[in-house]
Nanobody
Framework: QVQLVEAGGGLVQAGGSLRLSCAAS????????MGWVRQAPGKEREFVAA????????YYADSVKGRFTISRANAKNTVYLQMNSLKPEDTAVYYC????????????????WGQGTQVTVSS
């Protein structure tokens, strides 16, 4: 089991940047694919990005491709989401999640979730 705590959310103007981090505790972090999922008010959760257990493979939603970068530091038990060129439609609560698999397949494989961090992008 992995416990996850997100940090780094906040209020930013359109075009700005934020870096989210997710600190994990538990022995299985380094063997789990990790991901970020977001939920805007009144909408369903939306996959944002994921990264394989060794950081060698990354996956992105089309809506963030080219603007967001996911990375991980297994020595620090931490996964990051660098968000650039932010848009008002990126406003959401962002959740970090751990997968039962080593490579990302789909959000159904996420078994552990953080409490979420709010990202608000003003126009």
């Amino acid at each position: 089991q992995v416990q996850l705590v997100e940090a780094g959310g906040g209020l930013v103007q359109a075009g700005g940047s934020l870096r989210l981090s997710c600190a994990a505790s538990g022995r299985t972090f380094s063997s789990s694919a990790m991901g970020w999922v977001r939920q805007a008010p009144g909408k369903e959760r939306e996959f944002v990005a994921a990264i394989s257990w060794n950081g060698g493979t990354t996956y992105y939603a089309d809506s963030v491709k080219g603007r967001f970068t996911i990375s991980r530091a297994n020595a620090k038990n931490t996964v990051y989401l660098q968000m650039n060129s932010l848009k008002p439609e990126d406003t959401a609560v962002y959740y970090c999640a751990a997968s039962v698999e080593m490579w990302y397949r789909n959000v159904d494989d996420f078994y552990s979730w953080g409490q979420g961090t709010q990202v608000t992008v003003s126009s």
